[in-house]
């Protein structure tokens, strides 16, 4: 079990290098100057002496290997430099912005399961029945109707028109529920189909058959035996979607005017923040690795034969 975390937690190295890498080139590539970007920021005429001598102080002027070997060295010590925008320091204003990202991607998930869980299991249970039409109807409707449309329409009924709950900010309780119902609404559509079609092939198996033999409960052999071989598709789903809220939820947040990191991101592209883009894409890359690890070690918890085969391969 370790040597499996250090070879995935090595793993992380080349990821991140290339993520970095490919970061790099683009915005070397763009037609946008970084120095020319900073000084629009900072509402400051481009002339060409402000221009040279920015250039100068953030190193542009330097071959772009040796730019690049700065740029590690500054992620290696988590210094992604200073937002163009605000003047701060990229990395104070993303562990203060991460928080809120984290809250709002919590709760979405945590709700997106506990809708999703029981009614993935009651419609393969009762297939072709009430509940599995309502179950099928759910997950066209999450999976066609797009975020910030669902957003709005929240916003208009149950702000608006009904005055029941704030448009937008981070406060109390009542400030997450319409982003968090947004957000976790395409979450149940897939977590319930991906639930229900996993039971209905495990339904198919040897081992089903034996259990009712055996004269085992129906519900006995449904919670202990079926589920737990099929929520293992549940598990990967969850660990991929749980990298995507952590990284922003961008759409959510710009809808709610929630202070997080994805709209923070959204800022830096509209304003060409360089270093801010850079420090998303290192976290992004950091945080899909670590979720994807989490998921690896959930499963091979709950079934151990993942270990043996993997060795057996090799």
């Known amino acids: ?20 890498l490919v970061t790099f080139g683009l915005i070397h590539l763009s037609p946008v100057d970084p120095a020319e970007a900073y000084l629009t920021a900072a509402h400051i005429y481009p002339t060409p002496e402000v221009l040279e001598q920015k250039r100068h102080e953030f190193g542009l002027d330097q071959p772009l290997w040796t730019q690049y070997m700065h740029t590690l060295q500054k992620i290696a010590r988590l210094d992604f430099g200073t937002s163009y925008l605000t003047n701060q320091p990229v990395w104070n204003e993303v562990v203060s912005r991460m928080p809120a990202t984290a809250e709002l991607a919590l709760w979405s998930m945590l709700f997106s399961v506990i809708v999703s869980v029981p009614l993935g299991i009651l419609a393969a249970v009762y297939r072709n029945s009430w509940i ?10 999450g999976a066609s109707i797009p975020q910030f449309w669902l957003g709005y329409l929240l916003i208009f009924f149950f702000s608006v028109k009904l005055d029941l709950l704030p448009v937008e900010g981070r406060g109390s309780w009542q400030n997450l529920v319409l982003p968090t119902v947004a957000l976790s609404l395409v979450l149940i559509a897939v977590y319930t189909r991906l639930l229900r ?17 055996r004269g085992l409960r129906e519900r006995t052999i449904m919670l202990k035996h079926v589920l737990k ?53 290192f976290l992004a890359a950091c945080l899909f690795i670590l979720c994807n ?10 079934d151990p034969r993942i270990s043996s085969k993997g060795r057996a391969e090799h």
Request: with cysteine; proline share 4%.
């Open 197 to 213: 079609s996993s039971m209905l092939e495990q339904m198919q198996e040897t081992y089903v058959q034996y259990a009712r033999m």
């Open 293 to 302: 690890l989490l998921v690896d070690l959930v499963q091979l918890y709950m």
């Open 1 to 20: 079990m370790i040597g499996y975390i250090g070879k995935r937690m090595i793993a992380i190295i080349p990821i991140v290098f290339i993520a970095t």
């Open 132 to 141: 599995d039409m309502v179950s099928r109807a759910i997950s066209y409707l």
């Open 229 to 281: 071989l099929a929520i293992t598709p549940l598990i990967t789903g969850m660990g991929i979607n749980l990298g995507k809220l952590l990284t922003g939820t961008i759409i959510v947040e710009q809808v709610f005017s929630w202070p997080g990191f994805g709209r923070y991101f959204v800022d830096a592209i509209f304003n060409r923040d360089i270093p801010v883009i850079q420090c998303y894409v």
